[in-house]
């Protein structure tokens, strides 16, 4: 157990449709990351946030997008969704801020999206 | 933009055999870090190296950053039933962003 957090476990739904996934980070760390892990594509970095603000951008679609509240837990936003958007959602969490040689990531256990 | 490759995408190995997978980056990375992901699970932290050259070890598994910092490998010596998995190797560029590689999906034969 990583400590983090990730609900819901499994989620169906529709094309067209919106989605909340939501991310609690382990106690202490201020940084939540957002990845998608599909089959064809492997590990795909999404989106950093740090202590509330966005740090970096990766390959997210204008139709996905993500906050971290003021008690540090995330929300990543699916809207629109497409067949392709079907994947694992994994969030992953860390005490700093990123800076390259200080980062240990723990993930989730992720969040298993199917659009039908 | 910056790409992080991962070979072999598949190894199959003989239980007790040594196998290694690699990684190269495009770009000159500021650390890199490896993770395994057992099936059906979630990737989990194993090692970051920083240093240019730095080699660490953890028991059977050695890891190597190259010289320029743009290569690193795995080896794992003895291969056991415990090791099946999908490793992964990520790489910071300076700019923060953390580029994962497509992963070695590791199977072992009795």
């Known amino acids: 157990d990583s400590g983090v957090t990730q609900t819901p476990k499994h989620l169906i739904t529709a094309t067209g449709q919106r989605v909340t996934l939501r991310c609690s980070p382990r106690s202490g760390d201020l940084s939540v990351y957002w990845y998608q892990q599909s089959l064809d594509q492997g590990l795909q970095f999404l989106i950093q946030?740090?202590?509330?603000?966005?740090?970096a951008k990766g390959n997210i679609l204008e139709r996905f997008s993500a906050q971290q509240f003021p008690d540090l837990h995330s929300e990543l936003n699916l809207s629109s969704l497409e067949l392709g958007d079907s994947a694992l959602y994994f969030c992953?969490?860390?005490?700093?801020?990123?800076?390259?040689?200080?980062?240990?990531?723990?993930f989730g256990p992720g969040t298993r999206l199917l659009v039908l | 933009g910056q790409q992080v490759m991962q070979i072999p995408q598949y190894q199959h190995v003989q239980e007790g055999e040594d196998f290694t997978t690699y990684c190269n980056s495009s770009t000159t990375l500021s650390n890199i870090q490896w993770y395994k992901q057992r099936p059906g699970g979630h990737p989990v932290f194993l090692i970051q190296l920083v240093k240019s050259g730095e080699v660490k070890k953890q028991k059977r598994l050695t890891f190597q950053f190259g010289e320029a910092k743009k290569n690193s490998s795995l080896h794992i010596t003895a291969t056991q039933t415990t090791d099946v998995g999908t490793y992964f190797c990520?790489?910071?560029?300076?700019?923060?962003?953390?580029?994962f590689g497509a992963g070695t999906t590791v199977t072992v034969r009795a």
């Open positions: 992953a969490s860390s005490v700093v801020a990123g800076l390259a040689d200080q980062e240990t990531q723990y």
């Open positions: 946030y740090y202590n509330g603000e966005e740090r």
């Open positions: 990520a790489g910071h560029s300076n700019d923060y962003k953390l580029s």
